[in-house]
């Protein structure tokens, strides 16, 4: 369950995956709670142009690798049942889901600080760059807040 | 000394492309100087270096072997 | 969007419903963050006896208005774009999913936050009652930690 | 006076059914007295009282048209 998992997914998180995944804890019965976090691709305007989509890429080999110590850090601080993570790569547009966050616990606290933190934690460590592209085709960078 | 740079986000618009070979540079520190002399905006560009797939905070000696990356900040999410 | 709604639905919340409930948010493009908790029935042992399911039962007036107060009190504190509740009825098989929060925003913190408030509000608040079943059809009501 | 009490979770055990219908009472406290003495188990049992839906902390007037409940404590989620 530690070892390292590719993360990246090409194209948008679909709700349908998000509900096999959920589905799939259904025969973990020791869960009592599970806490999603979904990114999604927001519409803004930039000096007066909407952004119509994300293009993400990443340096996977980093990231995933990243990703697996950030996983074993939540492991060992809370009490989880189980984690996934899921980031998408290529161009997602606005309205799309770009990032999955999914943590199972047998109780709420450790379930929902996992995901914050796993949240606070990928955007900060992990190797990914979106490019925002605007409604003309001009692009500009995208800045983690 | 042959050492590939992979370059990332964006700053492959400053080096026009996703890798850079380099001759020369036995170091971080020279591979950064090799660097910002061919493409001079890399000096005003924010960015960490990293080596192995670990970013480095001091000057890390590399080969042909080890795997150098610039990476300018995350927004990754 | 802050009249009175129904929270209760009876039986287990199914995934595919999820899913359908994310879908639904493509079309709000000034959303960037979904915070999803959900409450799934643990097979717990009591007494050596294992919990085969919960059945709820509920004062479902009076928490459908309190529910309406907490949602009021969220959309005051935090800045949401939408927040959805639905909390099961009847019978729910361990394993099964028996509560559904969801809240979304333009921003990470505010959905995260309001969604794991409306979690802890509606726990302290909301006139629900689970019956722990056991696998011998005896039972123990349920206390919330 | 008539009044009809609802009575959840835990405590349907004591009262054996959902609503108890009580006479001659005409607050919330001559309500749990009468309730008490009938079902003697309620004085050992922890609940609140709502009136029309909002729990009430003090004793509060009720007639045949007020919605009076026993709540035991929730446990929903």
Chains 1, 3 share one sequence.
């Not at chain 1, 995901?115 to 490019?131: D, H, I, N, Q």
């Not at chain 2, 036995?26 to 890399?42: E, I």
Request: glycine share 8%; proline share 3%; charged share 20%.
């Amino acid at each position: 369950m530690h070892s390292k998992k590719n993360i990246f997914v090409q194209g948008p998180v679909d709700a349908a995956f998000i509900a096999e995944s959920i589905q799939q804890h259904s025969n973990k019965t020791g869960i009592g709670a599970h806490s999603i976090f979904l990114g999604q691709v927001r519409a803004d305007e930039k000096d007066g142009k909407k952004v119509i989509g994300i293009a993400y890429t990443a340096y996977e080999d980093m990231a995933n690798e990243q990703m697996t110590l950030i996983r074993e850090a939540m492991f060992e601080k809370y009490k989880l049942t189980c984690m996934h993570v899921y980031h998408s790569l290529g161009q997602i547009a606005s309205g799309q889901l770009c990032l999955f966050v999914f943590t199972s616990a047998p109780h709420r606290k450790a379930a929902i600080d996992a995901c914050e933190e796993t949240v606070e934690r990928l955007k900060a460590e992990l190797p990914v760059w979106g490019r925002e592209i605007m409604e003309d085709e001009s692009f500009q960078w995208k800045i983690n807040q | 000394m042959f050492v590939e740079i992979m370059v990332f986000g964006q700053l492959t618009e400053i080096t026009g492309s996703a890798t850079v070979a380099l001759e020369g540079a036995a170091d971080t520190d020279a591979v950064l100087r090799l660097l910002q002399t061919r493409y001079p905006r890399l000096t005003g560009s924010r960015y960490v270096v990293a080596v192995n797939k670990k970013i480095i905070t001091e000057n890390t000696k590399v080969g042909n072997t080890d795997a150098v990356a610039l990476l300018p900040p995350f927004s990754g999410g």
